[in-house]
C-alpha cells in the first residue's frame, strides 16, 4: 500500500510537472461545477474517470491496471485518497465514500459482449458494505437491456451511440434504485463506458471514462 500512495503521489506531481492543471476535486467535497472540470487540460498520459455526486463533478485518475481472469481490474484513485476499482466496468471495490462497498463478486454473469445476444439475464450478486460492517449480502439481480433513455447525463457523447443495460436487485429486502450501463462496441467486444448507480438508498453516483470519444 505504501508504493502504491507513493505511485499515486508521483502522478499527481506527472500532471503538475507536465503544465497541467491537477486533479484536486474529490468525492467528498466535490467543489465548483461540471463546466470547470471539463476545461481542465489533461495529460493524455494517464486514463481519466468523470464522477458526478448530486449535480457536481470530479476527476479520478487511472493508478493501475491489473490483470485478472474475468478481466482487467481499474483502480481509479482522487487526489484526497478516494478509490474506486471497476472489473468490466462493473464496481469491485471502493474506500472513502459516503457508503463503500468491498469485495464484490458477481455469479453466473455474462461477459458484455455475450449479453448483447441475451439481451436479459438474472444473475447473484455478494458485497460487504460500509460503514455498518455488513459482510456477505446476497442479492438476486436481474439484467436487462433497455431502448436508449433519454435522461442519462452523459457528456460529450449522445446516448444514441450506446447500448444500454438496467439493473435491479429483486430482493425486497436489498431493494436499491435501478443501475443504468452504457456499452461501446468496437470491433465486435462491448465494454462500458458510462454508469449510474446506487450504493445505498441515499448514496448515488455517475461515472464516464473521460475524456469522451466518439
Avoid at 117 to 130: C, G, I, N, P, Y
Avoid at 162 to 176: M, N, T
Amino acid at each position: 500500500m505504501l508504493l502504491r500512495a507513493l505511485i499515486l503521489m508521483l502522478v499527481f506531481m506527472g500532471l503538475v510537472s507536465c503544465g497541467h492543471t491537477p486533479v484536486t476535486l474529490t468525492l467528498s467535497e466535490a467543489l465548483g461545477s461540471g463546466k470547470q472540470i471539463d476545461s481542465i487540460k489533461l495529460s493524455p498520459k494517464f486514463g481519466y474517470l468523470r464522477v458526478t455526486v448530486n449535480g457536481r463533478s470530479l476527476l479520478m485518475v487511472l493508478g493501475y491496471k491489473d490483470p485478472d481472469v474475468e478481466g482487467p481490474t481499474h483502480t481509479w484513485y482522487s487526489s484526497e485518497g478516494e478509490v474506486i476499482q471497476l472489473q468490466n466496468g462493473r464496481i469491485l471495490s471502493t474506500t472513502g465514500l459516503e457508503t463503500d462497498w468491498r469485495n464484490v463478486r458477481n455469479h453466473n454473469l455474462p461477459a458484455w459482449t455475450n449479453l448483447l445476444a441475451l439481451s436479459s439475464v438474472k444473475f447473484t450478486r455478494q458485497l460487504d458494505e460500509m460503514p455498518g460492517f455488513r459482510f456477505g449480502i446476497v442479492q438476486s439481480m436481474h439484467l436487462y437491456k433497455i431502448p436508449t433513455p433519454k435522461n442519462a447525463p452523459l457528456i460529450g457523447l449522445s446516448p444514441s451511440e450506446l447500448i444500454w443495460f438496467e439493473e435491479k436487485v429483486l430482493d425486497s429486502a436489498h431493494g436499491l434504485p435501478s443501475a443504468r450501463y452504457g456499452l461501446r462496441v468496437k470491433d465486435g467486444v462491448a465494454s462500458v463506458v458510462y454508469a449510474d448507480q446506487c450504493l445505498s438508498n441515499d448514496f448515488c453516483f455517475t461515472w464516464q471514462i473521460w475524456p469522451a470519444t466518439p
